[in-house]
């Protein structure tokens, strides 16, 4: 008779494996969810490696098997926000050829979703200025958009560069003021209008562009709710 792995069966020490492995995959998910709320809370300077141990219940000697200084932490949040954007933006916007409607469903999902979730939204603002990663993965998608939008007609303006500066900022500029507590009904609405006219979009067109109704399917919250902290030594995990 072969032996179990020889047929393929999990063994005993192949299954210790395997939930050592989904421990420690919990438990780094929950110090990048507790270095999100920092970030959102306070901003990316303001974090300290002992109150992210306090923040997502472990030991400070647990924050170290995973993350050796704060610019490691920036780091691998940077790259987790920077693939959500990217596949949030892709989702919304798969089955649509117009780069120009591309674009506006992609502000528009931005500002609504930082509108839904606060927490996403101050950690996006607040390490979009300080991680490449999250500027190119938001670069790269205008980018496709605006090149098709120009080929298609629809688009005319003098740098694609600034083109790609112009809608960044001015999004994350909206999410910021709505965070900051301005929140103007159809604000989502009436910004999209006025990039699609910086672009170069005829007035009438923008118009109706911005007004579209958006996907029926809503994105998925960037972050999960964290526990209260306990009173207490935080315990150790992981």
Same mark, same amino acid.
């Given at each position: 008779?072969?032996?179990?792995? &020889?047929?393929?069966?999990? #063994? !005993? $020490? ?12 919990? #438990? ?9 709320? =920092? *970030? ?10 002992? !109150? ?5 219940? %472990?030991?400070?000697?647990?924050? *170290?098997? *995973?993350?050796?200084?704060? @610019? ?7 790259? $987790? ?7 949030? =933006? ?5 089955? =649509?050829?117009?780069?120009? @409607?591309?674009?506006?469903?992609? %502000?528009?999902?931005? =500002?609504? !979703? ?9 950690? +996006? %603002? ?9 500027? /190119?993965? +938001? ?5 496709? &958009? ?10 005319? *303006?003098?740098? !694609?560069?600034?083109?790609? #500066? ?5 999004? /994350? ?14 604000? &989502? +609405? ?10 170069? +979009?005829?007035?009438? $067109? ?10 029926? #399917? $809503?994105?998925?919250?960037?972050? %999960? ?14």
């Amino acid at each position: 008779m072969l032996p179990d792995t &020889d047929m393929g069966l999990i #063994t !005993e $020490e192949d299954q210790k494996l395997t939930r050592g492995y989904k421990k420690k995959a919990r #438990t780094r998910q929950a110090l990048l969810n507790a270095a999100l709320n =920092i *970030y959102a809370e306070k901003g990316v300077s303001e974090l300290l490696l002992n !109150e992210l141990a306090e923040k997502a219940e %472990v030991s400070n000697g647990t924050v *170290y098997n *995973y993350f050796r200084s704060r @610019e490691a932490v920036l780091e691998a949040v940077g790259m $987790e926000l920077a693939d959500k954007l990217s596949d949030q =933006i892709t989702k919304f916007s798969q089955g =649509i050829e117009s780069g120009a @409607e591309r674009l506006a469903i992609g %502000v528009r999902m931005f =500002i609504r !979703e930082g509108r839904r979730d606060r927490i996403w939204a101050g950690a +996006v %603002v607040n390490i979009f200025q300080y991680d490449s990663r999250i500027r /190119t993965a +938001v670069a790269n998608n205008l980018r496709g &958009d605006l090149q098709l939008g120009s080929r298609q007609g629809m688009f005319n *303006y003098g740098s !694609e560069a600034i083109a790609v #500066t112009l809608v960044a900022s001015a999004t /994350t500029g909206m999410m910021a003021a709505i965070l900051d507590g301005y929140d103007q009904l159809g604000a &989502d +609405v009436i910004l999209t209008e006025m990039l699609l006219l910086g672009l170069g +979009v005829d007035a009438v $067109e923008a118009h109706r562009i911005a007004h579209l109704p958006l996907p029926e #399917t $809503e994105p998925q919250s960037s972050t %999960v709710p964290t526990k209260k902290p306990k009173r207490g030594r935080p315990r150790n995990s992981g």
